[in-house]
């Protein structure tokens, strides 16, 4: 069964068939009540550190998405489907149309799914290790329109590669590169260390808060361009850049806070452990035409562990780790080196919660907190927080 996306004619509001089996969503209830929702989720696990700023939302909360994901595999007639694994297992959920992905997406997926049967690519069955085409990644970019198709395969062997990028790209003109991946396990969606590009520089570029992106298929990039100018924003107001001032971009991805950070004047070191991230943030520095910013491929908390243990310090320290937040030794290193202003940039708030109460014992103090709807019809909450110095340890809280 495939999903259908109805909205309401009254509301504009939209509703999918496939809320529940495919996990992607998580509320299916108007946009006004899930901010609602989240509003006092954050009020009640952070407004004990300090007051909680009303969170952003986004004018239209549909098609956001830039990276879309998806995995291809069997109906019962042998017809090719594309979509997601369900929530509950390894069956994979057909999902055609997803209204919160650049509507970009599915046309391409549409294709894939008949050059496939054209071409006879099978897709890779997970439980018996047989097949190709594992899944497909696309990035795309509002503001410069380039668009990547990543094909991820089990190995090297892609029948017909060079008849299947000739019809992609005349189905496709806008397509700006195809990169095939091979990845021969782990889980579902992973990258695998090789690629190989088919067509075009296997990467695609994107603008925001008027810096220019480079982006790797591998490499970490927020998926909500619009909010993510305003994230971004928040995130370098709060740190109150200015000339000469020395800045820590921790988990630093493609380099995106930080590159903006040094654009402002600041003195930065970024530091990111995936390596193609690092590669791209090396390349967007170039691109920006900066040379106060350098990169460290590096674990952020051994990282600051060297910095802490040979006596260095920062001013401001930017950190926006996955959502498993940042490892104990990262939160004391920051504490040795003791920046005036720390802004926590997070993707999960019950790891900011317990982060800020561990920054609260090494004498910080939480002075602003902003969440950012970045992720609609989901439970996410992104949220910026400035945290200050003012004093000595406190291992009493
Ligand atoms: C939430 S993303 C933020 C990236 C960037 N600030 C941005 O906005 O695009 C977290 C980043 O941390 C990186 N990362 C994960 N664990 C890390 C670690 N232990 N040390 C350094 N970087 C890490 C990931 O590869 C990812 O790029």
Redesign the pocket.
């Known amino acids: 069964m495939s999903n259908k996306i109805m909205t309401d004619k009254q509301t504009g509001e939209k509703h999918c068939r496939c809320f529940k089996r495919c996990g992607g969503c998580q509320l299916d209830e108007p946009y006004k009540d899930q901010l609602e929702r989240k509003q006092q989720k954050a009020d009640r696990m952070l407004s004990k550190f300090a007051p909680v700023n009303r969170i952003l939302p986004m004018e239209k909360p549909y098609n956001y998405r830039c990276k879309v994901q998806n995995i291809y595999g069997l109906d019962r007639s042998k017809r090719i489907i594309s979509g997601v694994y369900q929530s509950s297992g390894q069956k994979i959920v057909a999902v055609d149309d997803c209204f919160l992905e650049d509507e970009r997406a599915a046309p391409i997926v549409r294709s894939v799914k008949k050059l496939m049967k054209d071409m006879r690519i099978p897709p890779y069955d997970i439980r018996s290790g047989r097949g190709i085409l594992r899944h497909t990644l696309i990035r795309t970019s509002r503001s410069t329109g380039q668009v990547m198709l990543v094909l991820v395969t089990a190995g090297a062997m892609l029948p017909a590669k060079n008849n299947l990028v000739k019809a992609m790209r005349a189905a496709h003109p806008e397509i700006t590169t195809i990169v095939q991946n091979i990845c021969p396990d782990g889980m579902p969606l992973t990258l695998g260390e090789r690629d190989i590009v088919l067509f075009g520089k296997g990467y695609i570029e994107d603008e925001l808060c008027g810096c220019r992106f480079r982006i790797s298929p591998a490499s ?3 998926v909500n361009p619009l909010q993510t100018e305003k994230l971004y924003s928040c995130a370098v107001e709060a740190a109150g850049i200015s000339e000469g001032v020395r800045v820590i971009d ?5 380099g ?2 930080g590159i903006i950070c040094a654009k402002n004047g600041a003195e930065v070191t970024g ?4 390596k193609s ?1 690092c590669r791209d943030a090396h390349k967007n520095a170039e691109l920006n035409g900066l040379e106060n910013i350098k990169f460290c491929n590096d ?3 051994k990282f600051m562990q060297a910095m802490a243990s040979k006596g260095e310090g920062c001013d401001v320290l930017i950190m ?3 959502r498993a937040g940042a490892s104990r030794e990262f939160i004391g290193c920051a504490g040795r080196l003791a920046p005036q202003k720390i802004v926590y ?1 997070s ?1 999960k708030i019950e790891t900011l919660e317990r982060d800020l109460k561990a920054f609260r014992r090494e004498g910080y103090k939480v002075t602003y907190i902003q969440p950012v709807d970045m992720f609609p019809h989901t439970m996410g909450i992104e949220t910026v927080c400035l945290l200050e110095r003012n004093g000595e340890k406190n291992e009493a809280h």
């Open positions: 970490f990039y927020q921790a988990y630093c991805g493609t995106t806070i530091v990111e452990l995936n991230a674990d952020a908390g926006d780790p996955p940039v993707c």
